[in-house]
């Protein structure tokens, strides 16, 4: 293994670290007199129970929902399920904040924790649908026809056999959700649901970088480690992989006979709630708002900006994790996992974290880079790098090295010999990969906002800054925008998945 | 087409760049940090642009993020301008040492009650605190008669305010300049068991339209700023002007400065000067921004209870301490 490859991953690690570190030393430096009279008192206490209870409420039911949907859409014989199925995938298209926004057009008054349950299980349950359908579809059913076998009916052979072969799948699906609900703003804010997130946007909003905002980030970082601390105990040890040999038979599709018109049911209300109540509201105020909020150079502008950060954000994600998916699938063992889990916890914090550490590092010792296109693109790449990280050793892991040997012993040179085999091969994924990167960088709000260089105005926070002023017809252009350029990502996601499985 | 996937999003990528680079590194002209409401300082801004050729970008935040951003970026601050809606941002920045002498002439065209006594900074516009209410669900009869009153447990859960505004923290840096901290702190602990939170002004006001709370306390333009839209988060709302000499009635000064550190101080300058002077002020009188005009001699648009009718309280804008006020809306749990 070349050091330099070596290098480049720790270093990419320890920049990853460098937010998590800004918090320590601000808390060292802030004096726990200080700290302890900011974060010990009734306002945190408030935050902290409405960001439990937001967890504890909207993750089970996501989880319900998803193994439901999941279980129809891949092992019954509802009618037009390979079309449910992408349905199920596409609310991931519309951003959290969208679905907010459609939910008090259509219901003023929302408010409140369960109005935040529900807005959260809506906008994020595909996370968990997306891995619970996949893992569905692998399932062996020589496990089921065992079961069944020795007498087990069909709701006892899914509790015992089924449902705990989908353990990993719910595991990281509801971590994802759980940190998406630590993170967002922007669903919350339309809603009035104040969360840590929300707290320390507004704490930012009345002093900048003071300490109150950098210790609830502290705290809100305690919850993040929380939940990853949770997954992995939750998570357990056992074997998943198929014994036996062979490949693996289709499985039978469950005749669901009478159940059929509920079930489809099921998915109606599901779709109309995810995707119908944000096109029927973008609709409206499209309607309302004539041609008159199409202004052309504006949106023409933000587009532009907001096209150049996501790729631009993606390109930087992918590069900077490439070092780190080529050492952990040719070189695996202890350090690389280290490495790999520092990536991933950063991963893990929320936008408005990384970027209020950004901003007073550079502000405070490195203010060339302070406002600058640089600071940006590393905020996203730091948000979004174990995306870009997934995906590419995924398809690594896919290109024999044999391959490489081969064209070096017909005289290619290294590098040469690396260019025709391995990263022509790994392309696709790669570029799967910066896809899901962009994805998140389009939609992104508040690291966005406090780190924009001057002049920049993307399509996120030109939809924020209008419905900020109840201008709902203005901000509809930008929304639909966003929507209207994820949907193609949220296939590619779907396609990907599917292959995933092998089928 | 593995080869043409990666080619064509390689392609993409740099088209991409070819266009939106430049675009986004293309002379900026004079940086104004904007807290002012986006749509106003657009128009000043062109304005501007088209008076004198000079361009303007913006970049648009609060009051308060801005106060506090420039005094941490210090004196390598991007900024050329500062403009807010309120004046407790202004004042933290020039106790910061941070802003340079408004010209003479600009000062000149602003009466001295709407500027800095130090000459650091100028009125560009104003605004009034107002108690807005639903009409279908409070009489004139029942409005409350002093900003105080609504600390009164009779006001439990009957009105709201957007407490992470610098507007909303504005009004409480008044009061606690006019009614001193012990009381201010009091007031602050009543109103966290009596009020609702919302984030904005203007969501305020549409709750008090729908009828999901009574009253709420915001300033005066966003209700004229609606009706002479669609004026539908508004029909169902009136204005109470709190009037004599109550923290209620504080007027607020919104403020522009030019930063010490600005590297094109001329055009500033100039700005100022165009926003201060008719041009600027009359886009107060004929926009949609509804705040009141502060030169001498410009009119506020005919639809505003005119500025001298609104019996404000006498407060020193020069010295209201946003900090304190953050602190003590902390202490109380509002923030």
Redesign the interface.
Known sequence: MAPWLITAAISVSLLALVPLAFIIWIAVQTGWDTVSALVFRPRVGELLVNTTLLVLLAVPIAIILSVALAWLTERSNLPGARLWAWLCVAPLAIPAFVHSYAWITMVPGLHGLWAGVLVSVIAYFPFLYLPISAALRRLDPALEDAAAALGLGPWRVFWRVVLPQLRLAICGGSLLVGLHLLAEYGLYVFIRFDTFTTAIVDQFQSTFNGPAANMLAGVLVTCCFVLLGLEVLVRGEERYARVGSGAARYQQRANLGRATIPSLLLLLVTTLLALGVPFVTIGRWLAAGGTDVWRFDEIGLALGQTLFLALAGALLATVAAMPMAWISIRAPGPLQRLLEGCNYIVGSLPGVVIALALVTITVRIALPLYQTLFTILVAYALMFLPRALVSLRASIAQAPVELERAASSLGRRPLNALWSTTIRLSAPGAAAGMALVALGIMNELTATQMLAPNGTRTLAMAFWSYSGEIDYASAAPYAFIMVAMSLPLTWLLYVQSKRMAGR | M??K??TL?GA??VA??L???P??AED?GI?VYNAQ???LAKEWAEGFTKETGIKV??????D??????I???GT?S?ADVFLTENSPAMVLVESAGLFAPVDADTMAQVPQDYQAASGKWVGVAARSTVFAYNTTKLKTDQLPKSLLDLADPSWKGRWAASP???DF?AIVSALLQLKGQAATADWLKAMKTNFT????N??VM?AVN?G?IEGGVIYHYYYFGDQAKTGE?SKNVALHYFKNQDPGAFVSVSGGGVLASSKHPKEAQAFLKFVTGKGGQEVLKNGTSFEYAVGKGAESNPKLVPLVDLQAPKVDATTLNSKKV?DL???A???
């Open positions: 593995k080869y996937l990666s999003v993409t990528a991409i760049g266009i939106a680079g675009a986004m900026a940086i409401h986006e749509s970008t913006l970049r648009n935040g609060g308060s993020d801005f106060s506090n951003q005094v941490a970026e390598a991007p992470s505004g610098a923290q939170a919302y984030k904005g203007s969501t549409k729908a999901e988060n953050t809306m902390t202490a749990g509002l923030l």
